[in-house]
């Protein structure tokens, strides 16, 4: 209800104001009320991010965070720790974990807590590369060419895509665990990143990933 000569809150007791205000800003009352349980601690996540690593998972985190846009912005080293963000996309704010992709105790122990012992999980956006994994280390590089004779780029990827459907058979085998316990996750985001690196040839990723198309990855899906 507006009029010609003011809005509506204009017409309404002062002490129904902070209300009206209250309900206009409540998105981003809700937004910093998640930040600041971030920051008590006492925030769960409702949703978490998985995958192998190198994929890109704490990179698309700080993107929708909206760190990786402040000009003191590191790129992140290869994680072990949990990292717990709260993440807008839209008028979407979740308080979001990024799980460690390297097979470590706290990998295990975090999916377990978010999975089985925590608040029921919302959902799972479970990053993806197409075999894209970059490999920080030099001493793991020259090894695979040493002595696995990944020797180019394509046999390179094979073998990552290979790790990568492993993987992500081991996750499904959680998350169905999780389900059957009526925990959740109510869905599951397939992220295929690093779309930069395949721009011509995203069509054939899209009919490796997407679930109405039939590849070994749909099959486990
Ligand atoms: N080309 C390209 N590289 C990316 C992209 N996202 C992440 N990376 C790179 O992939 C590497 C691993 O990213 P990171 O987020 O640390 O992976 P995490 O181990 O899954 O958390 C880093 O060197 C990133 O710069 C992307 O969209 N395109
Ligand atoms: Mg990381």
Same mark, same amino acid.
């Given at each position: 209800?507006?009029?010609?000569?003011?809005?509506?809150?204009?017409?309404?007791?002062?002490?129904?104001?902070?209300?009206?205000?209250?309900?206009?800003?409540?998105?981003?009352?809700?937004?910093?009320?998640?930040?600041?349980?971030?920051?008590?601690n006492s925030g769960r996540p409702s949703v978490i991010i998985t995958g192998r690593?190198?994929?890109?998972?704490?990179?698309?985190?700080?993107?929708?965070?909206?760190?990786?846009?402040?000009?003191?912005?590191?790129?992140?080293?290869?994680?072990?720790?949990?990292?717990?963000?709260?993440?807008?996309?839209?008028?979407?704010? $979740?308080?979001?974990?990024?799980?460690? +992709?390297?097979?470590?105790? !706290?990998?295990? *122990? #975090?999916?377990?807590? =978010? &999975?089985?012992?925590?608040?029921?999980?919302?959902?799972?956006?479970?990053?993806?590369?197409?075999?894209?994994?970059?490999?920080?280390?030099?001493?793991?590089? $020259?090894?695979?060419?040493?002595?696995? +004779?990944?020797?180019?780029? !394509?046999?390179? *990827? #094979?073998?990552?895509? =290979? &790790?990568?459907?492993?993987?992500?058979?081991?996750?499904?085998?959680?998350?169905?665990?999780?389900?059957?316990?009526?925990?959740?996750?109510?869905?599951?985001?397939?992220?295929?990143?690093?779309?930069?690196?395949?721009?011509?040839?995203?069509?054939?990723?899209?009919?490796?990933?997407?679930?109405?198309?039939?590849?070994?990855?749909?099959?486990?899906?």
């Open positions: 209800m507006t009029t010609d000569n003011g809005s509506w809150t204009d017409f309404v007791p002062t002490i129904t104001k902070p209300i009206v205000y209250t309900y206009k800003y409540r998105k981003v009352i809700q937004k910093y009320w998640k930040i600041m349980q971030v920051k008590l690593a190198g994929v890109g998972k704490s990179v698309l985190a700080a993107h929708y965070h909206g760190e990786a846009n402040t000009q003191d912005w590191n790129e992140p080293g290869t994680s072990t720790d949990v990292e717990i963000k709260p993440i807008t996309i839209g008028e979407w704010t $979740k308080i979001v974990a990024v799980i460690p +992709g390297q097979n470590t105790k !706290e990998r295990a *122990r #975090a999916l377990d807590e =978010a &999975l089985n012992k925590a608040n029921k999980l919302d959902g799972v956006i479970h990053v993806v590369d197409w075999g894209f994994t970059s490999i920080r280390d030099s001493a793991v590089r $020259k090894e695979m060419v040493e002595s696995k +004779g990944l020797d180019s780029i !394509e046999k390179i *990827r #094979a073998h990552n895509l =290979a &790790l990568e459907l492993k993987d992500f058979e081991l996750m499904l085998d959680k998350l169905a665990m999780s389900i059957s316990n009526n925990r959740g996750p109510e869905w599951l985001v397939i992220a295929v990143n690093k779309v930069d690196l395949f721009e011509n040839r995203l069509l054939t990723a899209e009919q490796y990933y997407n679930p109405s198309c039939t590849s070994e990855f749909t099959d486990k899906m």
